[in-house]
C-alpha cells in the first residue's frame, strides 16, 4: 500500500500541468493578438490617415512645398510602416512649426475635418514701411504693422517709407516698437500734406527720429510728442515760402512749443 500513494500523486500532477500552460498561452495569444489588431487599427487604418491637405491665403507662397512640409511633419514610422494618422499630431504644434518655418507668415489657422482632411489657412504679413540697416538700400528688408522684418525688399517703390536703424537685419525679428512705427508713419503723411517730400527717417535712439526731406535737410522731432510737433511744424511751414523751405538745413521740433530751423 506504500507503494502506491505516491504513485498516485505523481500521476495527478503530470495531467493538471499541461492543461495550465495551454490555458495561459492560448489567453495570452489571443490579448497579444487583441492588442496588434487595435494598435494597427489605431495607427495604420486609412480610414484616419490625411489624404487631403487644404491651402487658403497662400497667394505668394510656394504651395507645393508647403503641402510637402506639413506631410513630413504629420508622418511618422512605426516597425517600417509609415503613418499621417488625423488623430495623432497637435493642431497648436503644427501651427507652430509653420510659423516657425517662415517669416512672411503672420498667422495660419489649422483645422482638422475628420475623418481624413486637413486645412491650412495663412494670413500674410503685409508691408508697412522699408528697414535698412544702412542708408544703402541693398540691405533692406520689409516690416509688417508690428515692426517684423519678414521679407528682403528689392526695388523699392517710390514713396514707400524708408526707416534707417543700424543693427540686425535677420528675418522674423522684432525691429521697432509698433506705436513708433505708427507715429512715423503719422508724422510721413501729415508732412506730406503741408508739400513736403519725405526721403527716409532714420533713428537716433528710442525717442528721438531725424526725417530727411527731398531736398536733404532734416526735421528733428520725437516720439512722445508728435501731435504737438506736427502742428508746430505746419505752423513754420505756413511762414515760409517755398525757396526759403528748400534752402533750409534742418527744422528741431524737439524742444516743446520752442521751434528751431537754420
Known amino acids: 500500500m506504500k507503494r502506491r500513494k505516491p504513485l498516485r500523486k505523481k500521476l495527478r500532477s503530470k495531467r493538471k500541468e499541461p492543461l495550465l500552460k495551454e490555458g495561459f498561452f492560448s489567453v495570452l495569444f489571443l490579448l497579444v493578438s487583441l492588442g496588434g ?15 487631403e491637405i487644404m491651402v487658403g491665403g497662400a497667394e505668394n507662397l510656394k504651395e507645393e512645398s508647403l503641402v510637402n512640409f506639413v506631410e513630413e511633419k504629420i508622418e511618422f514610422d512605426l516597425l517600417s510602416l509609415s503613418s499621417k494618422n488625423i488623430l495623432l499630431f497637435s493642431s497648436n504644434g503644427l501651427r507652430k512649426e509653420i510659423l516657425d518655418k517662415t517669416s512672411v507668415v503672420r498667422d495660419v489657422s489649422v483645422e482638422k475635418i475628420f475623418p481624413a482632411k486637413l486645412k491650412l489657412k495663412f494670413t500674410q504679413r503685409i508691408p508697412r514701411a522699408v528697414w535698412c540697416n544702412t542708408r544703402d538700400t541693398d540691405f533692406c528688408s520689409y516690416i509688417d504693422r508690428e515692426g517684423i522684418t519678414f ?19 535677420s528675418l522674423g525679428k522684432k525691429v521697432i516698437d509698433s506705436n513708433h512705427l505708427e507715429r512715423i508713419l503719422l508724422f510721413m503723411r501729415e508732412a506730406g500734406n503741408m508739400g513736403l517730400e519725405t526721403n527716409y527717417f532714420h533713428i537716433l535712439d528710442e525717442k528721438e527720429v531725424e526725417a530727411y526731406m527731398k531736398e536733404r535737410w532734416a526735421i528733428r522731432f520725437t516720439f512722445e510728442e508728435i501731435e504737438r510737433e506736427i502742428e508746430n511744424l505746419r505752423l513754420v511751414v505756413r511762414e515760409l515760402n517755398k525757396k526759403e523751405i528748400e534752402n533750409l538745413k534742418y527744422i528741431d521740433l524737439r524742444f516743446g512749443d520752442r521751434v528751431y530751423y537754420k
Open 37 to 51: 489588431s487595435a494598435l494597427y487599427f489605431f495607427f495604420f487604418y486609412p480610414f484616419f490617415q490625411v489624404d
Open 151 to 169: 521679407r528682403k525688399a528689392h526695388d523699392i517703390k517710390k514713396g514707400s517709407p524708408v526707416i534707417v536703424k543700424e543693427g540686425d537685419l
